[in-house]
């Protein structure tokens, strides 16, 4: 009986553990959401709610595509948005956001979870 009353204590550990790391990263991903809508919506469609259309035209790819790709995951868009991407060989590409770590870590939340 002891061992059974062990299992289940364990058992509800692990459904509170997976529950509070699901409420974690929807947290991560509704910030990320409000970053994106404040400082990436210039360049993309950012979100479905942002307050205006981007004033690159046309504009860079929106995140739900991005999101939809097969080689998106969270270490790629990380690596990719702290690299320049612009340069004189490549003058309309990507400018370094010089964005925190945790905002980084807040916007690849956010745009993976545009996953369908």
């Not at 364990?10 to 509704?30: H, K, L, P, Y």
């Not at 995140?63 to 340069?87: C, V, W, Y």
Request: glycine share 2%.
């Amino acid at each position: 009986m002891h061992a059974a009353s062990i299992w289940v204590v364990v058992f509800w550990m692990a459904i509170c553990w997976a529950w509070a790391q699901e409420t974690n990263m929807a947290q991560t991903a509704r910030k990320g959401h409000d970053s994106a809508a404040i400082i990436c919506a210039n360049c993309h469609v950012a979100a479905a709610d942002q307050r205006f259309m981007p004033v690159l035209s046309p504009p860079a790819p929106s995140f739900e595509t991005i999101a939809q790709r097969p080689d998106t995951n969270a270490d790629s868009l990380q690596k990719f948005m702290i690299t320049t991407h612009r340069g004189l060989d490549h003058p309309k590409g990507m400018p370094n956001p010089y964005l925190a770590d945790y905002q980084i870590t807040q916007v690849v939340a956010y745009i993976l979870s545009l996953r369908k």
